[in-house]
């Protein structure tokens, strides 16, 4: 089986990586050289710290990354059986990419979207009448070599039997899928946002510190991780960009409060470089 995935940040690298461990052959493509050389940099770093709980052997481990082939071109995606979208969070983006798919994958390859709020039929509409039924989301979670998590989303007319054959190839690799309804941010989206839009408005309302607020999550709910240390992680701006996917879908519950709004613009978003909520220097 041979497996390919557009773009190689975070998410699209993992998740190339996950199958390479699984002992795939797989092809990792994005715009720029420059991108595809961090990536490996990213996943040559996981693999020395060993990834994934310990559910790959060391041999395995030490050929993952041999098994992945970069390209800022779409050529090699003509042999895979399974390709994966990881590309920007937007429909315009991501139908650009599905169509750029169609024009070179095989009739039976299956196409997956690693969407995480857009509906997976409103994304099947990039694709011929043809395609839809071999199209369907695996919405990973990050970071995708540890979290074992994966929703699948089948469309309105995605066949049945791809998504049972996609749940299996996900379990060979270790994960573990739940099937999700196609409705705006799934699942766990849902439940998430709702939680980070009542805690950000609690700091707005001066109830308690982000700080307090994740100790609370932590050692009163038994998360592994606060609202506001995950925000720094994944960014307020993705947060932020979900949570105003979700408003349009569903109205009122999933307004972005005020605070992230300012926090996103004031350059306060989190991730590898900019602070956040908790970790004050970038």
């Keep these: 089986m041979k497996v390919g995935v557009v773009g190689a940040g975070l998410m ?4 190339a990586l996950v199958f390479a461990l699984g ?3 797989v092809v990792l493509s994005d715009r720029e050289d420059a991108a595809l050389d961090r990536a490996i940099v990213r ?3 996981l693999l020395d710290k060993g990834v994934a709980r310990g559910a790959y052997l060391p041999d395995q481990r030490r050929d993952g990354l041999a098994r992945i082939v970069t390209t800022t071109g779409l050529a090699a995606f003509a042999e895979c059986d399974l390709v994966t979208e990881a590309v ?3 429909l315009e983006v991501k139908s650009a990419v599905l169509r750029s798919l169609d024009a070179v994958c095989r009739p039976d390859c299956v196409i997956a979207s690693n969407t995480s709020t857009l509906p997976i039929s409103t994304l099947a509409a990039a694709l011929p009448a043809e395609r839809r039924a071999g199209f369907l989301g695996t919405h990973y ?3 995708v070599s540890r979290m074992a998590l994966v929703e699948v989303v089948a469309g309105f007319e995605t066949d049945p039997t791809r998504t049972g054959w996609i749940a299996e190839v996900l379990r060979g690799i ?3 899928p739940i099937v999700i309804k196609d409705v705006a941010g799934f699942a ?3 439940m998430l946002h709702a939680m980070i839009i009542e805690a950000v408005r609690l700091v707005e309302e001066g109830v308690a510190t982000p700080e307090d607020l994740d100790t609370a999550c932590r050692l009163g709910l038994g998360h592994p991780i606060g609202p506001f240390a995950l925000m720094d992680v994944v960014t307020s701006d993705l947060c932020l960009q979900a949570q105003e996917i979700m408003h349009d879908a569903y109205g009122e519950r999933f307004r972005p409060p ?3 709004k300012q926090r996103v613009a004031a350059g306060l978003g989190g991730g590898r470089s900019r602070p956040g909520w908790i970790r004050r220097e970038g």
Excluded: Q
């Design 12 to 15: 699209g690298a993992e998740i």
């Design 23 to 25: 002992g795939m052959d």
């Design 43 to 45: 996943l040559e770093a």
């Design 88 to 90: 920007f969070e937007s």
């Design 141 to 143: 979670f990050s970071p």
């Design 174 to 176: 270790g994960k573990t």
């Design 188 to 190: 766990v989206n849902r």
């Design 258 to 260: 005020a605070l992230l």
